[in-house]
């Protein structure tokens, strides 16, 4: 069974930059054909996508974040990192992090459809 936890601080000021770790046990995040991945939902809007990491290092963005996020890995922790620069306070929610074998997982509604996903982890964005 292959679980995540996210980790980081839960309050970040306006400006600076945002950093998140998901530590991943139970299996390797450089296991063919998985997808670890940053999604994140602020209260009353859908779920947004924020990119991924693939098991062999390719990343990929939503276009909307991508100026401003950077998603990294650390193959002998078996962790994978977000850092989001220049965050204001509509970078307040909830972050998660998550897998899935699908490189559609942009189009994913729910974080149920993915294949594990830690429990989240509040980040506001306040001064």
């Known amino acids: 069974q292959v679980q995540l936890q996210e980790s980081g601080p839960g309050l970040v000021k306006p400006s600076q930059t945002l950093s998140l770790t998901c530590t991943v046990s139970?299996?390797?995040?450089?296991?063919?054909?998985?997808?670890w991945t940053w999604i994140r939902q602020s209260p009353g809007k859908p779920l947004e996508w924020i990119g991924y990491i693939s098991y062999g290092g390719r990343t990929v963005y939503n276009p909307s974040l991508q100026s401003r996020t950077t998603i990294s890995r650390d193959t002998s922790n078996n962790q994978f990192s977000l850092q989001m620069t220049a965050v204001t306070p509509e970078d307040t929610a909830v972050y998660y992090c998550a897998t899935s074998t699908s490189t559609g997982s942009y189009y994913y509604r729910s974080l149920n459809e993915y294949d594990y996903r830690g429990q989240g982890t509040q980040v506001t964005v306040s001064s």
């Open positions: 139970g299996g390797s995040i450089t296991t063919t054909h998985f997808y």
